[in-house]
């Protein structure tokens, strides 16, 4: 699996197939619209361009964020652009609730960056990497809002990590 970061990184391991199915989609996309274009008669070449841009937006809105992690560091890559924050150096964490709950991170450098928290829970590499750095950055005394957010959501981390290690053995 290519990796988003140096090598060593923890990388989602679930955005290959998040990907394919954005591009999935997109292509359905193009090629129904296209289909429909044709079929009513009125498909030219400006429409097939407009089309093939419009299923290009499509994927570009569905493509998941890539998520990443190291010692030290935690990283977001969107189709535009790359945020990095020092989780050795995290100065504040707030989590927001609502339709798309998200973490939001900044570090000490004033480096910022917003995150799925189902990320964190589906890949308990990443969450390594990011509770190792908060550990750092509570030592150094530099992480000074949110580590409470942080707690609750390494319990509900281990509550499903457990719940999932009972299911798979068959105890629950």
Same mark, same amino acid.
């Given at each position: 699996?290519g990796?988003?970061?140096?090598?060593g990184?923890?990388?989602?391991?679930?955005w290959?197939?998040?990907?394919r199915?954005?591009?999935?989609?997109?292509?359905?996309?193009? #090629?129904l619209?296209?289909?429909?274009? *044709?079929?009513?008669?009125s498909?030219t070449?400006?429409?097939?361009l407009?089309? $093939?841009?419009?299923?290009?937006? $499509?994927? #570009? $809105?569905?493509?998941?964020?890539? $998520?990443?992690?190291?010692?030290? *560091?935690?990283?977001?890559?969107?189709? *535009?652009?790359?945020?990095?924050?020092?989780?050795?150096?995290? #100065?504040a964490?707030?989590?927001?609730?609502?339709?798309?709950?998200h973490?939001?991170?900044r570090?000490?450098?004033?480096h910022?960056?917003?995150l799925d928290?189902?990320?964190?829970?589906?890949n308990p590499?990443? *969450?390594?990497e990011l509770d190792?750095?908060v550990?750092?950055?509570?030592e150094r005394?530099?992480?000074?809002?949110?580590s409470?957010?942080?707690?609750r959501l390494?319990?509900r981390?281990?509550?499903?990590?457990v719940q999932?290690?009972?299911? #798979?053995?068959?105890?629950?």
């Amino acid at each position: 699996m290519g990796r988003s970061g140096p090598p060593g990184a923890a990388g989602d391991r679930h955005w290959r197939g998040s990907a394919r199915l954005a591009a999935g989609c997109a292509l359905l996309f193009c #090629a129904l619209s296209l289909l429909i274009d *044709w079929d009513s008669g009125s498909l030219t070449p400006l429409r097939a361009l407009l089309w $093939v841009t419009l299923s290009a937006a $499509v994927c #570009a $809105v569905l493509l998941p964020q890539r $998520v990443s992690a190291g010692s030290g *560091w935690l990283a977001v890559r969107t189709p *535009w652009r790359r945020h990095i924050v020092r989780t050795d150096a995290l #100065a504040a964490v707030r989590q927001y609730d609502g339709v798309s709950s998200h973490l939001v991170l900044r570090d000490v450098y004033g480096h910022r960056l917003e995150l799925d928290p189902r990320v964190l829970t589906a890949n308990p590499l990443i *969450w390594h990497e990011l509770d190792t750095g908060v550990r750092r950055s509570l030592e150094r005394g530099t992480l000074r809002q949110g580590s409470e957010v942080l707690h609750r959501l390494g319990d509900r981390i281990d509550e499903e990590t457990v719940q999932a290690v009972l299911r #798979a053995s068959g105890l629950s």
